[in-house]
């Protein structure tokens, strides 16, 4: 009986007219067209392009330029000692501004997930920064740094940890700390909301439940809170790495990569080759070995994943 | 006992207080050196406050520097790029939630991608492209690569607003008839009205906040967006910091509103992007 009835329903849809068949296979497409296009057009054909500038000689201001020259550029970029500075830079920056957001926004949404008055207020202004445009935190923070309109000399002078009111931002040993701040201060907020989501996600009958059995709340914390925080931590770590390590606009705004290429993250070089030195082609070298270690990070990520799953 | 949850109660306050102390004085301090008059600028320098306050600052900055102009081309790009990124959005996001088909998996997985490379790769080869186009140095060129680089974020984003709407409410309105677009524009859009103004939301400010492209593809005043505006004022006149500074607090000001119009869905939002700032 059943099968008939399948047959019969399929010999049914096999009844409708070619077009309308046709007509609903298509339509999932229809809607994503748009939107499909318009990535594969500014999108993925730059980044093919981008690919291949990195074998060729392309320099705005030089009409002869744009031949083929094989790995010329990577032959140069494996002296460029600036180049590995850049690198050595942005581990630095990654690693610092993803540690302190996260331990800094993780006690944040702590303190958050406790009920209190005016809670929703204060939700609203320890987010704030989030909301502030790139641009914008980087020169408020640079005017912060500065000794003329800033009081962030003054205060470290006051407190003995200079020896004069001076800039950070302009010392070669400390310019790279200026855009970590910064960026520490806007990043926060991030890290905070996916994490005080998640922290409302757990059922908090556990809590009570714990803390009738005797647990304190550092053990409560350990073994409730942090287990069930777990893969939100893990995802929101890794994702964040690879888009801190691609996100030079504070340094560009603070310090330009400078003084002398010190504070120069890989991002900010290639930005710096691109835009000041109008040279294409060495960007997109520097772009092309950038690509490659990030895949091979993600890469690193997914047999991490795949060996942690299989081990459990 | 009683002494202890005083204390901890305390602690949590004092530490709330902190991180809102920490939050807030970089954009207070943004605000007091914008409404300090030049003649007090330097010899109190550090004071909370100034002892007295004035708006000759603003006033300049709107009646004699091109800031009108600029806050205007922000405001026509970011808007654009909002709305045009939302129509399609929603367009693809519906696609993503209602239909399973045998391309979806490849389109999320673009989609995912171009949310994790380096966009700073894109410069010059976007630069070369759009220049023989006459499409740098223009606002339209902007709109295009935001739209672009905005797509792939919104449409997860709205995605996850389509799958809180239930599929029996379209169903019903086929079996009445109609078709499936005539379902999706006539039911399911206005349902999705919060999700679409929260689309718009995070679309004007990742639009409004761009920097690089901006920096890239525009060099003239006439189509200098606010990004590019305000840094070429401060590499021209790097000692007017009360000009600068009340340039500052306008363009903090749409950033602000839209912030407080898109408070509620912050999580679902970043959620969505993952990995978008």
Redesign the interface.
Known sequence: MDSLAARDRGSRRDQRPLTQRLAD?S???L??A???I??V???????V??IS?AFRD?Q?LNPFSGGFIGLDHFKVLSQDENFYRALRNTLWWTGWSVLLQFVFGL??AL??D?P?HGRAI?Q??????????????G???S??FNP????LP??AYALGLMSEPANILSDPQLSMWGPIIANV?WG???FA??L??ALQAIPRDLYEAASIDGAGPVQRFISITLPFLAPTIA?TVL??T??IS????LI??MTNGGPADRSQIV?SY??TQ??KRLD?GY??AI??V??VL?ITY?LLIVVLRQWLVSKD | MIGKRILSTLA??L??LA??A???F??Y??LK?SVTPNNL??SE??RMWPSQTSFEHFEFVLRHSEFPTFFKNSLIVSGSTAIIVTA??S??G???S??N?R??YW?VT??LL?Q??????????????LSPLGLTNSLTGLV??Y???N??FA?FLMQSFFDGIPKDLEEAAMIDGAT?FVAFRQIILPLTLPGIAATLGFVF?AA??E??FS??LISGNDAATF?VG??SF?SKFSVD?GQ??AA?VL??IP??L???LI?RY??QG??AG????
């Open positions: 296979a339509a999932p497409y809607y994503s748009p939107a499909l318009l990535i057009a500014v999108m993925l054909v730059p980044l392009l981008g500038y392309i705005l006690f944040l303190l958050l406790k209190f204060v609203a202004l320890v987010f704030l920064p989030w909301a502030v445009p790139s641009f914008l935190a020169l408020n923070w005017w912060l003329v309109v800033g009081p003054h205060w201060w926060i907020p991030f909301i996916t005080l989501a995802i994702l964040r690879v888009w691609n996100f030079a606009d560009i705004v991002a290639i930005f691109a835009f294409f960007a997109s772009a092309l950038l690509l990030l993600s | 949590h306050r530490a709330i991180y809102v920490f939050a807030l970089p954009l301090w943004l050196v600028l330097y320098g550090i399609l959005a367009l693809a519906y696609a993503m209602r239909f088909f391309g979806k389109i673009l989609m171009t994790m490379f380096p966009l700073v790769m894109l410069v010059a080869p976007i630069f070369k492209i295009i690569v739209t672009a680089f797509v792939p449409t499936q400010t409004w906040s920097l690089l920096l890239m990004p305000l840094l401060v910091f600068m500074m500052g363009a903090l950033a602000c839209f912030f407080l408070q912050l999580v970043l959620t993952a990995v978008k700032g």
